[in-house]
């Protein structure tokens, strides 16, 4: 009998057959053994084409969702496959594979459900200026009571994932902006998940046109916080099932 799939790399990408190669040659030659699962995020380019040229698995939307619907399908697949652990890697190339064994480990060594890579917890030099910079420092201040444990970087894309999280992620994800990472770890805390966060250093992204700039910081300074608002107004609805 063939034993379970162990990790699936989930990457969501919208429009991004610039740098997408790259980073999915990068993932199968640092992440060897590992399953890589484009999620086509209803691209008007050839995203998918591409991605699956260089070696990955990939998943069409047939129209955009965002990002947390596209990480939504990709738990959903990952359920359903039976994989044990997931890696959320952005298209851009701005994560290292190299550093996935850190999120990884962090589940194993410290009992974790979820795993961030922190971008600000004393590792590379990437920074948020302005309104940007004071919403997440308040985001982390909040959530870090919400989970119970200190948190530096709240709306970080590159995070690992339990069988547990998997589980419930695939049942019960935000798809709405910044929801997928600030109401997931709502979610994630109120049905008992443990959230740690391991610090990581971010690269300049690969190509492609980056989704935010400074002048819509204000912008998100705004989203971010009716994100966090939705999150803790939210009613918890808890699931048995999740284990």
């Known amino acids: 009998m063939p034993s379970a799939p162990d990790l699936l790399v989930i990457v969501p990408a919208w429009n991004e ?3 997408l190669p790259g980073v999915v040659t990068e993932l199968l030659q640092k992440v ?6 484009v999620v086509d995020d209803g691209s008007t380019d050839a995203t998918a084409a591409v991605a699956a040229a ?4 990939v998943l069409q939307l047939p129209l955009n969702l965002g990002v947390g619907g596209a990480m939504r399908a990709g738990y959903v697949y990952a359920d359903r496959k039976g994989y044990s652990r ?3 890697v952005d298209a851009d190339g701005q994560h290292d594979p190299a550093e996935i064994p850190l999120l990884l ?5 410290e009992g974790a459900d979820v795993v961030i890579g922190a971008r ?5 030099t990437y920074e948020a200026r302005g309104p940007r910079r004071w919403s997440m420092k ?7 009571r919400v989970t119970r444990t200190r948190l530096t970087d709240t709306t970080s894309g590159f995070k690992a994932c339990s069988r547990r999280a998997i589980k419930l992620f695939s049942q019960d994800y935000p798809a709405e902006y910044l929801g997928d990472t600030v109401e997931a770890l709502v979610i994630a805390a109120r049905h008992g998940l443990a959230v740690r966060q391991v610090p990581v250093a971010m690269r300049p992204r690969a190509g ?3 989704s935010h700039s400074p002048l819509k910081a204000g912008i998100f300074l705004m989203r971010a916080l009716m994100a966090l608002a939705v999150a803790l107004t939210r009613p918890s609805q808890e699931r048995s099932d999740v284990s």
Not at 54 to 57: E, H, L
Not at 120 to 124: C, D, I, N, T
């Open 105 to 109: 480990e962090a589940l194993e060594t």
């Open 32 to 37: 060897p053994g590992a399953d890589i699962l």
């Open 17 to 19: 057959e610039i740098p």
């Open 120 to 124: 600000f917890a004393g590792v590379g």
């Open 208 to 210: 492609g046109t980056p």
């Open 86 to 88: 997931t890696v959320q």
């Open 54 to 57: 260089a070696g990955a698995k």
């Open 138 to 144: 308040f985001l982390a201040a909040v959530l870090s």
